[in-house]
């Protein structure tokens, strides 16, 4: 599968390069034309790799931007936010509120303290110096950035249909900015030491689950509002895409 896709876009890319108006433009323009070549090389992750993670990660950041402008100043948002908490509300039942906070608390501060704790031992033990740095930039960077978005922004809970209480402010989510930024980080770096399609993508998906039902549990639970959570996603992949990025470019040079 890896290897038709790669064979495809290679013969894409020949068929693109041989065209008459790419010769004249490298002609013309042949730092430039070089330059941008090398953006989607298919050898080197500083090729195509990364500026598909560019390109995802500045569309990230747009949403996210937009998003917290929506949150300040449209009442579409503020609209949605409230049908949505008050639905939630509606359908909650005892077994299914206990079951979500049994999910939710996989994204409390004790137990991500204590993944991350033994996630950094492992590290450390096997020496990989360079996946540890990557794990402490997207577990600090989105800690600090969500929690100063929270006093930035000072948005409320909705605490009179919240099945306990917060005392933080509600934008964005902080379990779904650590579940999207330091869980996925976690599976990426499973996933380079698993061989074999099946048990990656069966690995994917049950993590994929896990972080998508830990923000269905802050809209089930009330605690937060819709914007929030998909603005903690939002921030949490930003990270993760960062720290992915780093940890890639400096295996490269290392290699």
């Known amino acids: 599968m890896k290897t038709g896709i790669r064979t495809f876009m290679e013969a894409l890319g020949s068929r693109l390069l041989g065209s008459k108006a790419v010769k004249g433009l490298a002609h013309r323009y042949p730092r430039a034309y070089h330059w941008t070549v090398a953006r989607f090389g298919l050898h080197s992750f500083m090729g195509l790799p990364l500026t598909v993670l560019t390109a995802v990660f500045i569309a990230n950041t747009l949403l996210l931007a937009d998003l917290a402008e929506d949150v300040v100043n449209a ?140 923000g269905l549990s802050r809209l089930y639970l009330c605690v937060h509002y819709l914007s929030d959570v998909m603005a903690g996603y939002c921030l949490g992949v930003g990270w993760l895409l960062l720290s992915i990025s780093i940890v890639e470019w400096r295996r490269e040079i290392k290699t």
């Open 75 to 214: 009442e579409g948002i503020i609209l949605v936010d409230n049908n949505a908490t008050r639905w939630f509300y509606s359908i909650r039942t005892h077994t299914g509120g206990r079951f979500f906070y049994a999910v939710t608390q996989l994204a409390s501060v004790y137990t991500v303290a204590g993944v991350a704790f033994a996630s950094t031992l492992l590290l450390i033990r096997s020496r990989h110096w360079i996946a540890l740095w990557g794990l402490l930039i997207t577990l600090s960077g989105s800690v600090i950035t969500m929690a100063s978005g929270k006093h930035i922004f000072e948005v409320n809970r909705p605490h009179q249909f919240a099945y306990y209480h917060e005392s933080s402010f509600s934008f964005p989510s902080g379990h779904a900015t650590v579940a999207a930024s330091f869980y996925l980080y976690l599976l990426y770096l499973v996933l380079r030491s698993v061989r074999g399609t099946a048990a990656r993508m069966a690995l994917a998906a049950i993590v994929l689950c896990i972080v998508l039902l830990i």
